[in-house]
């Protein structure tokens, strides 16, 4: 079993949807949680970075995590075609390598 | 302020040969991370400097992989004899030390597209 899940998707909704991006990982110690976006051909651009449970708001994304079930999520408000992208959750417990998910390629359609 | 920078983009060589990717990290960033995906696959570890360090290689896939770091500031990675299987996007990551430690809040590279033939 992989340490953490990410559904590869795609992922197709049309302009001004709102998107959910999940993530569950079997590993109870994970402290620090990262979403990162990658444009095709290019390095991973962390979006949202967040310590321990609850939410964490930046414009229109918005980073949860329930460490209680082991999941996270990344919501976006108002998708703009723009944010056609590969969405990658990431992990980590202080002094361990950092654990990626698959990504899940979301398509936002105009 | 510039971003992590790695050289090449892209390189595509014989199996047998021997190829050196580089990375610059932000200024100031102490650690240095490698990550590579290879097609179809999750990113994943390689290994980590602090400063001139390796504090974790525990990602390093086998001894043909070489990574190094002189001085603290820009790092290598050499892999020599390639192989087939070492095909794909190598990048790089850089993060700051804090008060706390490391910080990881890390900034990517574009990556180095790898092919062996």
């Known amino acids: 079993q992989k340490e953490v899940e990410q559904d590869p998707g795609p992922l197709s909704v049309p302009e001004g949807a709102i998107v959910s991006l999940n993530c569950t990982y079997s590993n109870s110690a994970f402290q620090y949680f990262m979403w990162y976006r990658q444009y095709s051909r290019k390095g991973p651009e962390l979006l949202m970075y967040t310590y321990s449970s609850g939410n964490k708001e930046d414009g229109r994304f918005t980073a949860q995590v329930d460490k209680s079930s082991k999941y996270i999520s990344l919501f976006i408000r108002d998708s703009q075609p723009s944010d056609s992208a590969t969405y990658l959750c990431?992990?980590?417990?202080?002094?361990?390598?950092?654990?990626f998910g698959a990504g899940t390629r979301l398509f936002v359609k105009a | 302020e510039a971003g992590v920078t790695q050289f090449p983009s892209h390189s595509v060589i014989e199996k047998g040969q021997t190829v050196t990717l580089r990375c610059d990290p932000i200024?100031?960033?102490?650690?240095l991370y490698w990550y590579r995906r290879v097609m179809g696959k999750e990113i994943k570890f390689l290994l980590h400097f602090v400063k001139e360090s390796k504090q974790d290689e525990s990602g390093m896939p086998n001894n043909r992989f070489l990574a190094e770091r002189t001085g603290g500031t820009y790092s290598t990675l050499k892999v020599q004899p390639a192989e087939l299987e070492d095909s794909g996007v190598y990048f790089c990551?850089?993060?700051?030390?804090?008060?706390?430690?490391?910080?990881?809040?890390?900034?990517f590279g574009p990556g180095t597209r790898l092919t062996v033939t």
């Open positions: 990431a992990m980590v417990r202080r002094g361990f390598k950092t654990i």
């Open positions: 990551a850089s993060s700051q030390s804090t008060i706390t430690g490391t910080s990881y809040e890390q900034y």
């Open positions: 200024s100031g960033h102490d650690n």
